[in-house]
């Protein structure tokens, strides 16, 4: 079964800084990892997607990492605005799954970025 | 990226009434869509995985008869919460993937509240 943990829980962070968010899955045999970020009672916002194949994704500000060997991702945010505050997911595809849809998700990271 | 369409985006029911949600592929045709639930404060969790024209499948824990999930074209599947209960309150979302897609697009989600 696949599990995916997030950490921190929350982050609270002055605008302009950089900030790591980490992710750990156990199950490592996957196509992908993918990484969301979800506004208060809304739905998710896809924000990076890194395939088995590769080691990183980058999307402006943002580079997500992946190291299957290790079951760790990372998403690196440069320059933070109070705009990005949110809360962030990684989600994995489950344990022996041959299904891209079926995913299981973190907990997320809270990020609060304050003027 | 493909667009999934999710409707309604709120609901509010009176117990022991029935409520449908419609997910729908607007430019792709999804032979898979997911749905999850997400609780106040919890992460989403996988409720139930449908293939067009097959029976869905649920995960541990999930009620069929009380979720009822049709997939019954290749750009609408539906989650019918039949007899619904204050604590079955939550944010639905759907996801979707089709056959030359390396991913699950989502929805906006459906926040249903259960009087």
């Known amino acids: 079964k696949q599990e995916v943990t997030q950490i921190p829980a929350a982050l609270s962070v002055p605008e302009g800084e950089n900030l790591v968010l980490n992710c750990s899955f156990t199950d490592s045999a996957i196509y992908n990892l993918q990484w969301f970020r979800q506004d208060p009672g809304k739905g998710l916002t896809s924000l990076l997607l890194i395939q088995s194949s590769q080691r990183e994704q980058t999307s402006g500000r943002l580079n997500a990492s992946l190291d299957k060997s290790s079951g760790r991702s990372t998403l690196y945010i440069a320059a933070s605005q109070p705009g990005d505050s949110a809360t962030y997911l990684c989600a994995a595809p489950n344990a022996g799954g041959t299904s891209y849809g079926k995913l299981t998700f973190g907990q997320g990271t809270i990020l609060t970025v304050h003027p | 990226g493909a667009v999934v369409s999710q409707h309604p985006s709120w609901v509010i029911c009176k117990s022991g009434t029935s409520v449908k949600i419609e997910c729908r592929s607007l430019d792709f045709q999804a032979t898979t869509m997911f749905w999850y639930r997400q609780f106040p404060k919890q992460s989403l969790m996988l409720m139930a995985t449908s293939n067009e024209g097959s029976k869905a499948t649920y995960e541990q824990g999930v009620e069929k008869d009380k979720f009822l999930i049709n997939h019954a074209s290749l750009t609408l599947s539906t989650l019918t919460v039949t007899s619904a209960h204050p604590e079955d309150s939550s944010f639905y979302i759907c996801?979707?993937?089709?056959?030359?897609?390396?991913?699950?697009?989502f929805g906006q989600g459906t926040r249903l509240t259960v009087v």
């Open positions: 996801s979707a993937s089709g056959m030359d897609l390396s991913e699950a697009f």
